[in-house]
């Protein structure tokens, strides 16, 4: 059955920590793996990865892909209060998103 | 060119009674996405449609749950008989093509409590 599993489930820090956020899978007909944001709304999309090695960066948020590990992680660096939120890894398979269940991450000044 | 469209945005139902919730998709969008997540846990995949045809139904409960895209319209996921356990924010995506990935966009979402 597939599966992709993030940890850590919570995560609380305080403004200025850098965190990182993991998220492994075990899914077949692998297309991509994908990063949101939500906010007690729909998921926001971040970053989408195809291929290993390759970080994608967006301010202060970076992601980076091993797909022989068959993992990614997610970085904030310098985090603020606005980062608090649930962040979801999905990976796609040739017809749908597969979700973790998320990893909230509380930012407190 | 309005985003994927979702309503109810809010809904109250008693035990017994029947949900019905629409998405409308992005303009040019045949594909149509519905997830389930419960309180404090991800998104679960329930069905894949695209007009008229429901192509992956693999993540609907077995009763009480139907879900068709129609030619004209907008796709509607149907909860009959409604439990407690069914309280849950419903999301529905949409995408122009069969691959996933960035090209999935998704509504604002429908949450259904019942009482």
């Known amino acids: 059955e597939d599966k992709v599993v993030q940890s850590p489930l919570s995560l609380v820090v305080h403004e200025g920590d850098t965190v990182t956020l993991n998220c492994s899978y075990e899914?077949?007909?692998?297309?991509?793996l994908l990063w949101y944001k939500q906010e007690k709304k729909a998921p926001t999309f971040l970053f989408m990865l195809?291929?290993?090695?390759i970080e994608k960066k967006s301010g202060r948020l970076s992601s980076i892909l091993d797909k022989k590990e068959l993992f990614s992680i997610l970085n904030i660096t310098a985090t603020q209060t606005g980062d608090s939120a649930v962040y979801l890894c999905?990976?796609?398979?040739?017809?749908?998103?597969?979700f973790g269940t998320g990893t909230r991450l509380q930012v407190f000044p | 060119n309005a985003g994927v469209m979702q309503n109810p945005r809010h809904l109250v139902r008693r035990r017994g009674q029947e949900a019905r919730l629409r998405c409308s998709p992005m303009?040019?969008?045949?594909?149509v996405y519905w997830y389930r997540q419960l309180p404090e846990e991800g998104l679960k995949f329930m069905v894949y449609?695209?007009?008229?045809?429901?192509?992956?139904e693999s993540g609907m409960p077995k009763e009480r749950f139907s879900a068709e895209f129609p030619k004209e319209g907008p796709s509607i996921l149907r909860i009959q008989q409604v439990v407690r356990g069914d309280s849950a924010a419903y999301f529905c995506?949409?995408?122009?093509?069969?691959?996933?990935?960035?090209?999935?966009?998704f509504g604002e979402g429908s949450w259904l409590t019942v009482v």
């Open positions: 999905a990976v796609a398979n040739t017809d749908k998103l597969i």
């Open positions: 303009k040019g969008h045949s594909h």
């Open positions: 899914v077949t007909n692998f297309r991509s």
């Open positions: 195809t291929s290993s090695g």
């Open positions: 449609l695209q007009k008229e045809n429901i192509i992956d």
């Open positions: 995506a949409s995408s122009p093509s069969r691959s996933t990935g960035n090209t999935i966009y």
